[in-house]
């Protein structure tokens, strides 16, 4: 292996990354400014005013400065592993020199979309604690190169962290493997389904208005004349339909995201590969491992379905966000229970949890309530239509169903050094961490809560804050007297207090 091939000389991206920078770039542009072009309507009258041989020549004149750019963006980035230091030079104007520790990196990911597979090229990105977006990006190299560098990077990671134990050469020990029928319980349970019809609620009328004019223009087809006869029947099976497509895709991208999925453990660092046209490699380290979210959708608790969420340093992301977020999908209880011991060793998951004061219920509905009904009065009032009252009505009448489901799955319980909370609503999201990753506790009381002598916890970790709103005040101290403790001096407390006892009755 030459100088050049083993990353300690200054290295350049392949040639085929200018065609991936190049496109990303139109993309990035059409993205940031279509909606405002269009929405304004100039697109139409600059496309009237100018003309079409005129308006090429615009667009080739944009298409080959944007070249032009790119390829000077090609020229000007390099990058180069010196020991455990990645360095990264790049720019157009200002040259900007980006340098990463090994063991300041938190996630490293290797992406091949379809297109780069004949050039045998990858993305290779790096995160690091507290970072916002991705840190560094290579946009094309070849793989024989990232899949050296990311050896390098661990090798020096597991040093930095004094783990010998476990070399960058020892075979992986595989943890999980998604099977065809848990990847198509997972599309199905995916709050995706939920996304994309919110994405198409605004096209639905405009479209329904559509196909009723055409219906009546034209002579109807013989087996649509019964439905088209029967709106009570045709109205459910084309809501039907429509779900029907809707779970379709979603599981189709299910497949897409998450095709052959292998977990992987390898020394201190998880490894996920999956993907059936963008094939996506991803690295969790277990020292900056913060906790694990059980994540369970509505139809994911009808189907027993779980996925899990690794957090590490920043703040939340999404639960299906395929960037950042270390996830694992398609899983049952047992195996849900299974992999959250193995991320969080000495963890004793439960199942009987204790819910919070029962106040916290009727707050929740007064809250309700009170934003509902002043929001349904003032369009009430403004639109001078008495159907607001009926909505405002019905929307009163849900406050405390949903204010009862929001109470009854928030709950909570103590481990022998690690804490559970669980909160939801129609589905639910379990987070489990251990107490010594707690980075802050604040003890929080409004008027309200010290008249009904309850209090709010929230306690920080470096992923973000979890809330424990309205425990007994007695219950809250100790809880956080507990935490404190266990933090400070890095040993578990001489016993847990009663009042927190897993299980025990929640008396108000």
Not at 30 to 38: A, D, G, H, M, T
Not at 77 to 94: H, P
Not at 205 to 211: A, N
Not at 343 to 371: K, N
Request: hydrophobic share 45%.
């Amino acid at each position: 292996m030459t100088e050049a091939d083993n990353g300690t000389a200054w290295q350049r991206l392949s040639p085929w990354a200018v065609l991936f920078l190049l496109v990303r770039g139109i993309v990035d542009f059409i993205r940031q400014n279509l909606p405002v072009v269009i929405g304004a309507g100039a697109w139409v009258a600059f496309v009237e005013r100018v003309g079409m041989q005129q308006l090429l020549a615009i667009g080739a004149t944009l298409l080959a400065l944007a070249l032009s750019l790119t390829l000077l963006y090609y020229r000007r980035f390099r990058f180069r592993l010196d020991d455990d230091v990645l360095r990264v030079q790049k720019g157009l104007i200002r040259q900007v020199e980006v340098r990463i520790r090994a063991q300041r990196i938190q996630q490293l990911a290797l992406e091949q979309p379809a297109w780069m597979r004949p050039f045998d090229i990858v993305r290779l990105s790096l995160d690091t604690p507290g970072g916002v977006t991705t840190e560094v990006e290579l946009p094309g190299i070849r793989r024989s190169l990232a899949e050296e560098l990311s050896k390098r990077l661990d090798s020096a990671r597991q040093q930095g962290a004094g783990d010998q134990s476990a070399p960058a050469s020892t075979k992986p020990d595989t943890l999980f493997r998604i099977t065809p029928v848990a990847l198509t319980l997972h599309g199905l349970s995916s709050n995706a389904v939920y996304l994309l019809l919110a994405a198409i609620g605004p096209f639905l009328r405009p479209l329904e208005g559509r196909i009723r004019e055409r219906l009546e223009r034209e002579e109807p087809v013989p087996w649509l004349q019964p439905l088209a006869d029967t709106p009570w029947l045709s109205v459910p099976l084309l809501l039907g339909a429509l779900l029907l497509a809707l779970m379709m895709v979603s599981v189709g991208a299910a497949w897409l995201r998450y095709f052959r999925y292998t977990l992987t453990r390898q020394g201190r660092y998880y490894v996920q590969r999956s993907g059936l046209l963008n094939r996506r490699q991803q690295t969790l380290s277990a020292d900056r491992l913060q906790a694990v979210e059980q994540v369970q959708t509505m139809l994911g608790r009808l189907l027993g379905r779980y996925h899990l969420v690794c957090r590490q340093y920043g703040g939340p992301q999404p639960a299906d966000q395929a960037g950042r977020s270390f996830l694992v999908p398609g899983l049952d209880r047992g195996t849900a229970n299974r992999l959250s011991v193995l991320f969080l060793p000495g963890l004793e998951p439960r199942e009987d949890l204790q819910p919070v004061h029962r106040a916290y219920r009727r707050a929740l509905a007064l809250r309700y309530t009170a934003v509902i009904g002043l929001t349904g009065l003032a369009l009430a009032v403004w639109q001078g239509s008495g159907w607001w009252f009926l909505l405002t009505g019905g929307a009163l009448a849900a406050t405390w169903p949903v204010a009862h489901l929001r109470w009854r799955l928030l709950a909570w319980a103590v481990g022998r050094d690690h804490l559970i909370v669980r909160r939801g609503l129609l589905g639910q999201r379990t987070t489990l961490f251990p107490v010594e990753r707690v980075h802050a506790v604040q003890l929080r009381q409004s008027w309200f809560q010290r008249r009904l002598t309850v209090a709010t916890v929230q306690l920080t970790l470096a992923s973000g804050p979890v809330l424990l709103p309205w425990l007994r005040e007695s219950q809250a101290r100790a809880l956080a007297d507990w935490v404190l403790y266990r933090v400070e001096t890095r040993e578990l407390p001489p016993a847990v207090p009663g009042t927190m006892t897993a299980g025990a009755a929640e008396t108000p």
